[in-house]
Every structure is written in structure tokens, then in C-alpha cells.
């Protein structure tokens, strides 16, 4: 298996392209630890992670027991108070988180990170099911988010006549 991983290695060999990387990764890191100290002054970080285009983020979640919030800050910019995505969810009851919305950018990796989180606080806490809706306010991107919770081991329901749709995730735990 690793001699596969070897083979598909894209890195290059070049040390102008593997200086600018080592560059880039120290900033990261530089912008890393300073957005840490920032956030956690408000905030409990859940974990700092990888995008799938190798960029560091920063999840986290408000310090209260009301709101379910998975934020995300990437370490390519200062942190400022805001976040740069987020999964909205709240605990509907002591089985079922509820997702109110996500937002943020799309294609960047930064949803498949959060909805992991998400899955994990709930499982951490014994909640065995995340529920969600998809309204009509979807509807431009209503394909790609069908393949998003589906990826996610979501079940999907979507009434394409009525514009409307039901997501539900239960774990194997």
C-alpha cells in the first residue's frame, strides 16, 4: 500500500516549488497559532485540520449549551471574530440535533470537515440522529447538497415538485 501511495505522490522535486511550499506552510502555521489564541478566547476549539487542498483550518464551537454551531476558520487570513464557514444546528431534544443552515464557500473541503465534527460532538453526546431540511431556498444548489449528505451518510428525501426535502442521519453506534 505505501509503494501506491509513493507512486501517486504528485509533490515536486523542484526546491523553487518545494521552497514556496515550505513558505506557505510556515505561514499557515504562524497564522495558526495566532488564530488559536484568538478564538479560544471565546470559544472551545473542537480541532485544527486539513482542507483537501492542504490548508490548515481551525473548528470550534460557542462556549454555551444552547446552540450546535461547527465553526471553521482558515489560517490564510488573521482571524477577526468571524468565521468562514458554519454548520447552524441546534438541539432539538436529547436525541436529535437539528441543521438550520450551513454557510460558507463551497468546494473547499470546508463542509465535509464540519459535518465530521458535527457527526463526533453527537456521538460524544449519545445523540444518535442529526435531522435537517432542505428548503426552497436550496433549490439553486439543491444537486450538490443531495450528494453532500449523501456522502455524509445521510438518508435524503426530496419532493423535486414541491421544492422541498428531509435529511437524516442515525448512528451505528
Known amino acids: 500500500m505505501f509503494s501506491k501511495l509513493l507512486e501517486e505522490d504528485t509533490r515536486t522535486n523542484d526546491p523553487e516549488e518545494l521552497k514556496e511550499e515550505l513558505e506557505d506552510l510556515e505561514f499557515q502555521v504562524f497564522r495558526l497559532q495566532d488564530n488559536l489564541k484568538e478564538i479560544a478566547k471565546k470559544s472551545k476549539i473542537l480541532g485544527v485540520d486539513q482542507t483537501k487542498d492542504d490548508k490548515l483550518v481551525i473548528v470550534y464551537t460557542p462556549e454555551d449549551d444552547q446552540s450546535c ?3 471553521l476558520c482558515d489560517c490564510e487570513s488573521s482571524y477577526r471574530g468571524n468565521w468562514d464557514f458554519s454548520i447552524h444546528a441546534s438541539f432539538t431534544d436529547e436525541k436529535t440535533i437539528h441543521i438550520g443552515d450551513i454557510k460558507g464557500p463551497a468546494n473547499k473541503g470546508y463542509g465535509s470537515i464540519c459535518m465530521d ?6 456521538t460524544q453526546q449519545n445523540i444518535p440522529k442529526i ?15 443531495v450528494h453532500f449528505y449523501e456522502k455524509h451518510d445521510f438518508n435524503v428525501d426530496v419532493d423535486y415538485e414541491d421544492q422541498s426535502g428531509e435529511i437524516k442521519w442515525v448512528s451505528n453506534e
Open 117 to 122: 465534527y458535527l457527526k463526533e460532538l453527537a
Open 69 to 71: 454551531k461547527i465553526m
Open 131 to 145: 435531522t435537517g431540511d432542505i428548503a426552497k431556498r436550496d433549490w439553486d444548489h439543491v444537486e450538490r447538497l
